[in-house]
Structures are given as structure tokens and as C-alpha cells.
């Protein structure tokens, strides 16, 4: 493999694991300790039970959503996916992207790579990409050179 660039922000799981748990501990505790004390006998139980399922499903997929990101470098061969310990590295060669997105608005606009067909990681890559000026009002640097990537290795692949 040759120089290796991340283009990937680092510590993006934990921070989302860590959201995910203060979501659950705050958002229980609110219809339980917090709303009965502000209005004493307001809060039905079944209200506070519904209260508490809302905040573990949201607490549940912030979780999810981050735990799914992965670590991406570049290479001269593809993409360096870092998954888990247990796949380790996984090379993904640019003429198998098939398509690449970012969300236009929001605060969360991880990078969604499809891949033409599966692979160790699925058929799917999701990374947040490390920032850069003017992250919130126009597409990351990064999604069009992984198109291009992707096209210019599609272009010069044998048979095609």
C-alpha cells in the first residue's frame, strides 16, 4: 500500500456512545425525578413510562448512528476501512464505489459511500469527515475526489 491520507475524523464512536448514554440517563430521569417535582401528581405513569421508551429508542439510535462510522484513509489503491478489531483493515479498490453522498444541511452530514456489492463491511461505508472551512454550507472536499477516484478507476478498469 502507498501514502496513506485520513480523511476521516478520529474518536467520532466514543463521542457517540457518550451522547447515547447521557440521552438515556437524562431522559430518564426527567419523567421520573424531574417532572414530579416541578408538578407534583401531573405526571400520569403511563405518561412517564411513554416518556421513558421516547428517550431509550432516541438514546438507542444516536448510539447506532455513531457507532456505525468508520475511520477511512485514502490510498493509491482504494480505500483503507478500518471497521473492528476483529475485521481489522479493509481495502475497498475505488472502482467498486458506486455512489458517494453528503447530506446539503444539518449539523450531522457524515459521508455515505455505496459500494456495487458486498463486501466485509456490507454494502454500505458511513465516516464523518474531518472539517474543514466552510463545513456547513457547501459539500466536504472529499466527496468529489472519492467520485472522481471512483470514476477514473471505473474508466480505466480492464473489460469496461
Known amino acids: 500500500m502507498g501514502e496513506r491520507k ?6 467520532s464512536r466514543g463521542l457517540g456512545v457518550a451522547a447515547a448514554v447521557a440521552i438515556a ?5 426527567t419523567p421520573w425525578l424531574v417532572l414530579p417535582a416541578l408538578v407534583p ?9 411513554a416518556i421513558s421508551i421516547a428517550v431509550v429508542c432516541a438514546a438507542a439510535y444516536t448510539g447506532w448512528s455513531w457507532w456505525s462510522l468508520r475511520t477511512v484513509f485514502l490510498d493509491d489503491q482504494g480505500l483503507v476501512v478500518r471497521a473492528n478489531p476483529a ?9 467498486e464505489i458506486e455512489r458517494v453522498n453528503q447530506p446539503r444541511r444539518g449539523l450531522l452530514r457524515n459521508v455515505t459511500i455505496r459500494l456495487r456489492g458486498p463486501s466485509p ?3 454500505r461505508i458511513r465516516f464523518r469527515p474531518c ?3 466552510g463545513w456547513a454550507i457547501r459539500e466536504h472536499s472529499v466527496v468529489q475526489e472519492l467520485r472522481d ?3 477514473g478507476a471505473r474508466a480505466s478498469a480492464p473489460g469496461r
Open 6 to 11: 485520513q480523511i476521516s475524523s478520529t474518536g
Open 25 to 29: 440517563a437524562g431522559g430518564l430521569a
Open 41 to 49: 401528581g401531573a405526571t400520569p405513569p403511563a405518561l412517564q413510562w
Open 87 to 95: 475485521i481489522g483493515e479493509v481495502l475497498v479498490p475505488y472502482e
Open 121 to 123: 463491511l456490507g454494502t
Open 131 to 133: 472539517s474543514e472551512p
Open 149 to 151: 477516484r471512483a470514476a
